[in-house]
Antibody, heavy 114, light 115 residues
Framework: EVQLVESGGGLVQPGGSLRLSCAAS????????VHWVRQVPGKGLVWVAR????????DYADSVRGRFTISRDNAKNMLYLQMSSLRVDDTAVYYC???????WGQGTLVTVSS | QAVVTQPPSLSASPGASASLTCTLR?????????VHWCRQKPGSPPQYLLWYNSDSDKRQGSGVPSRFSGSKDASANAGILLISGLETEDEADYYCMIWHRSLVFFGGGTKLTVL
């Protein structure tokens, strides 16, 4: 059974940094692209970034490019999102998701506020 | 203009069918795009439903019943999610998504009310 479990969310001040983690299990992690998707409570889903199975390729939404970095550790079956220069409008629940967005974690809430 | 547009709401009765649309921006031809669909109930993560490109290129999500199906309306440049035999449990937010130039775009979602 595919499982994705996010962690690392919390309260951070504007301009600060935070690293999210996603523990994957139930599939051959290194063979698949994985994504981060976020959702402001009460609003729609917004794609953030994705990374290839071997970690050599990544793509970002315009709103986070240059501020967020997606990475992975295939030996540990872990996905990460390093977020810096955080803004109030980055406040959202962040989900990790499998390659075709067909499996999702439960999400972790990031709140950017002073 | 958004890459993908969905109507914000739709209402239908139990037992009836509902057709949810996902319109691509006019400069993006839906012809070869796979249109993916998921739904989300309050307090839960999204649940994947299916993707559809053509009758020979489509896939149902794991455990998703056959009353959920996809199609396209090329004249409207839109993907369609058809839900037949509506149940009250189908009440949820429905999102479409496409891969375009290596990026993923979600529609704004359609809130389906079943009453």
């Amino acid at each position: 059974e595919v499982q994705l479990v996010e962690s690392g969310g919390g309260l951070v001040q504007p301009g600060g940094s935070l690293r999210l983690s996603c523990a994957a299990s139930g599939f051959n992690f290194g063979n698949y692209w994985v994504h981060w998707v976020r959702q402001v409570p009460g609003k729609g889903l917004v794609w953030v970034a994705r990374i290839s199975g071997d970690g050599t390729r990544s793509d970002y939404a315009d709103s986070v490019r240059g501020r967020f970095t997606i990475s992975r550790d295939n030996a540990k079956n872990m996905l990460y999102l390093q977020m810096s220069s955080l803004r109030v409008d980055d406040t959202a629940v962040y989900y990790c998701s499998h390659e075709n967005l067909d499996y999702w974690g439960q999400g972790t809430l990031v709140t950017v506020s002073s | 203009q958004a890459v993908v547009t969905q109507p914000p709401s739709l209402s239908a009765s139990p037992g009836a069918s509902a057709s949810l649309t996902c319109t691509l921006r006019s400069d993006i031809n839906i012809g070869t795009y796979r249109v993916h669909w998921c739904r989300q109930k309050p307090g839960s993560p999204p649940q994947y439903l299916l993707w559809y490109n053509s009758d020979s290129d489509k896939r149902q999500g794991s455990g998703v019943p056959s009353r959920f199906s996809g199609s396209k309306d090329a004249s409207a440049n839109a993907g369609i999610l058809l839900i037949s035999g509506l149940e009250t449990e189908d009440e949820a937010d429905y999102y479409c998504m496409i891969w375009h130039r290596s990026l993923v775009f979600f529609g704004g979602g359609t809130k389906l009310t079943v009453l």
